[in-house]
């Protein structure tokens, strides 16, 4: 990928920049908790977006997708803002980047990926932390990581249409080799936990069923969300965030909010307690109990919160027949993976399995993924 990314940046451009890369990302456990103020437990995987950029003389951004075929260039005020929608993230980071005070002088880039679009491994926050760090690296603004972060969040929310949580871009500044990290995502405080299960392996199956974020329905579950801690604020006005409710207190407003709002609400509580005890599961070594969390949140994402599909619910269900240690949905939702923990001896019978049955029940091939935990965004060469 870094031989064609440069190739093309030759052609392009003529002499090369530098290159700088951001990883995807999976979550073991905690979804749709980010943006309750709740903890997440993502790593930085061995899949991700790397980018050749170099300073241009001009204030203007020529960017060139290799995935996509097409070239852009756009202006750094906000009335430059592109027409096509892929070029956004980048123009965005520029912008959040202008906003906090720091320099953006006008750049060439030719950029690639290989983290899968549509499967929930965070493609998106990968391309806007790449340029964040690159960006913020090439011009000696000197923003944190924290900061970066927070660029690609809000280039999501003011530049994209979705009102997403830190995590995903988190993940991507911060990922370390082998090791995931619990993020309160409240007070942005996070450990790192050395992520070597001996005996196991993590494996994505992608149902290959696209799933689009900024859809109203990711956008609707953030607002039953606030409407529930609105109503517990009253009575417990500590409440800032849904994730700071105990499952008693939303007990009480039962009568005050709607069904759909309160099931909502049930799902986020228990996913932020499942955090917590898969990270003392962890401490003791206890993948059995690890692997349990992740069938529960598989129920509550399916059952309570809604954002499974049948081609999820069906490999989840899969994964139990076959023993399988932990099986989940990952991710926003709405189709994309599923993340299982399976033990080594039973890897080949489960991946055979789910590949055959999968094609026979919906008509078309699965896929696999294994995952390496991996280094977040960084300077190639």
């Not at 993502?42 to 995935?67: H, Q, W």
């Not at 996509?68 to 803002?81: A, M, P, R, S, T």
């Not at 999501?156 to 911060?174: L, R, T």
């Not at 609707?220 to 499952?247: G, M, Q, T, Y």
Request: with cysteine.
């Amino acid at each position: 990928m870094q031989t064609k990314i440069h190739n093309k940046f030759t052609e392009l451009f003529g002499e090369g920049g530098q290159i700088y890369a951001s990883a995807g990302r999976i979550n073991l456990i905690g979804e749709h908790t980010d943006y309750n103020g709740g903890y997440v437990f993502p790593g930085a995987i061995d899949k991700c977006l790397m980018a050749e950029i170099k300073f241009n003389g001009t204030d203007r951004v020529r960017a060139y997708s290799i995935d996509i075929d097409e070239q852009v260039e756009f202006g750094l005020n906000e009335e430059d803002k592109p027409a096509q929608h892929w070029a956004d993230y980048i123009f965005g980071v520029c912008r959040e980047t202008i906003k906090r005070g720091g320099k953006v002088a006008g750049f060439d880039t030719v950029f690639a990926g290989n983290v899968p679009l549509g499967a929930g491994l965070s493609s998106s926050a990968a391309l806007e932390s790449c340029f964040a760090f690159a960006i913020n690296e090439m011009n000696g603004n000197g923003l944190d990581s924290f900061e970066l972060a927070k660029i690609g969040q809000s280039t999501e929310h003011n530049y994209c249409g979705v009102k997403c949580g830190i995590m995903d871009q988190f993940a991507s500044c911060f990922g370390k080799k082998g090791s995931l990290i619990r993020l309160n995502c409240k007070t942005l405080e996070y450990k790192y936990f050395p992520f070597n299960p001996e005996g196991y392996r993590l494996v994505l199956i992608d149902t290959v069923v696209k799933h689009n974020l900024a859809s109203s329905a990711y956008n609707k579950r953030r607002e039953s969300c606030e409407r529930a801690a609105a109503a517990i604020r009253k009575n417990h006005p500590e409440v800032e965030f849904l994730s700071d409710s105990k499952r008693v207190w939303l007990e009480e407003v039962r009568g005050e909010i709607t069904e759909e709002d309160f099931l909502r609400a049930e799902y986020v509580i228990g996913e932020v307690q499942r955090v917590l005890d898969v990270c003392d599961a962890l401490e003791r070594g206890d993948y059995e109990i690890v692997g349990e969390m992740m069938y529960q949140t598989h129920f509550g994402m399916s059952k309570l919160y809604e954002v499974s599909c049948e081609e999820l619910d069906w490999l989840a269900k899969l994964a139990r027949k076959m023993d399988v240690t932990g099986c989940r949905v990952m991710g926003g939702g709405f189709g994309g993976c599923t993340i299982n923990l399976i033990k080594e001896e039973l890897y080949d019978a489960f991946i055979n399995t789910a590949k055959i049955e999968y094609a026979k029940k919906f008509g078309h091939d699965c896929k696999v993924y294994d995952v390496v935990i991996s280094d977040g965004a960084h300077r190639v060469c």
